[in-house]
């Protein structure tokens, strides 16, 4: 038998999959689940407060559809996965892997509408079809999974990131039994994301902007290998910046002078590379001190869960003095600080035409916001590379 026979062997053909599925259609139609839904449901009423600012923003029918996956899952051993798209196999059949590197072959429709839409990252209950796959003869084979209920899907949110998020809300489950388990405790904060499911990724070039670093130990001053970097200190703990034209140009170097404990950090993988080299003489990474967090995953943690990532505990004083003397000097020059409020606004409207893809009537959107002919200029060229990478 060739490669490409035995590789076509690992993924079931549609039609064996329509089979499996009939067998599930009887129970499906009685949800039997439903009969004590409500005692089932009572221990999410916390959470659902606790986001109702983004849940109310989701779609009609959107809770009671999840609710009703969330009692299947609870009540027949169906599984929460967030699973990344590795390649479509074709008959709305898809490889997929999580984040713990275990691989499905999925069949659903509805995953193949995401597909088609951009987004290779998605959350749903997943029903295991095929015990065999664990047997020494198929051991390693992708398992073969349907569907049941609602497929939530983004376009830059991703497996890993979805395991940084889980770790910040439940550590040591996440630890004990993976994301999965993280979910089905509490899938409420899981749903809220999806308010973020249309946000694009930010490139530069063919690399993701990010904010990625170390923590570790310094063995030196570092200033002799900062040269011409800007210097400021809080207490014991001392700064060096390098600023560039756009925020994905900044580089930090931080580091306490007491502990002699600091951090690297960068906002483009490759330029974190450069600097560690920069700095091997005197600084040592912490074993667990690689952080790595993507422009959407910061802002799932800080608009939705309300929470930081770890780096923050390094930057936090600096940014709030960053930002005392940018209000200092914008009372100063208080034309400046009117027409960056503007474009703020301005950007807040441009948000669904970016999402959707569509232009907007740029003159009648500079009227509104009184913007000058380089701030609407500026607002054009944003508008131009978020379209342009989410394509």
């Known amino acids: 038998m060739n490669s490409n026979a035995n590789k076509a062997d690992l993924f079931p053909s549609e039609l064996w999959f329509r089979d499996q599925t009939e067998t599930f259609k009887d129970r ?136 940084r998020l889980a770790r910040n809300l439940a550590r040591d489950l996440l630890a004990l039994k993976g994301v999965s388990a993280v979910i089905r405790r509490d899938p409420v904060p899981f749903w809220a994301l999806w308010t973020l499911g249309d946000i694009p990724r930010v490139m530069h070039g063919t690399e993701e902007v990010c904010t990625c670093w170390f923590e570790g130990r310094f063995t030196g001053d570092p200033a002799p290998l900062l040269s011409g970097w800007k210097r400021d200190a809080i207490g014991k703990r001392i700064r060096f910046r390098k600023s560039g034209s756009k925020p994905f140009f900044e580089q930090v170097v931080i580091y306490d002078t007491k502990t002699m404990r600091g951090l690297i950090l960068a906002r483009r993988n490759s330029y974190l590379g450069k600097l560690m080299a920069a700095l091997e003489t005197v600084f040592t990474p912490d074993p667990d001190g690689e952080g790595y967090v993507t422009p959407v995953c910061e802002m799932a943690m800080s608009d939705v869960l309300k929470t930081t990532p770890e780096y923050k505990t390094w930057t936090a004083a600096f940014d709030r003095e960053d930002e005392r ?55 054009k060229g944003m508008y131009g590379e978020f379209v342009k990478k989410s394509r």
């Open 325 to 379: 003397s940018a209000e200092a000097k914008e009372s100063r020059d208080p034309e400046r600080k009117v027409d960056l409020a503007s474009f703020n606004a301005a950007m807040q409207d441009l948000l669904p035409f970016i999402n959707s893809g569509t232009e907007p009537d740029w003159l009648a959107l500079g009227k509104k916001h009184a913007l000058s002919v380089d701030g609407l200029e500026s607002l």
């Open 28 to 163: 499906w139609n009685r949800t039997v689940w439903h009969d004590y839904g409500d005692r089932a449901l009572m221990p999410l009423k916390q959470s659902l407060r606790k986001y109702a600012s983004c849940i109310n923003k989701l779609p009609d029918g959107f809770i009671p559809s999840v609710f009703d996956q969330h009692l299947a899952v609870l009540s027949e051993g169906y599984e929460y996965q967030i699973l990344d798209i590795q390649r479509p196999l074709g008959d709305d059949r898809f490889l997929c892997r999580n984040v713990e590197g275990e691989e499905f072959c999925v069949w659903s429709h509805s995953v193949a509408i995401n597909h088609d839409e951009g987004r290779y990252t998605f959350l749903s209950a997943v029903i295991r079809l095929d015990d065999e796959a664990e047997s020494s003869d198929k051991k390693g084979c992708p398992v073969p999974v349907i569907t049941y209920g609602p497929v939530i899907a983004w376009k830059s949110l991703f497996a890993s990131d979805f395991s």
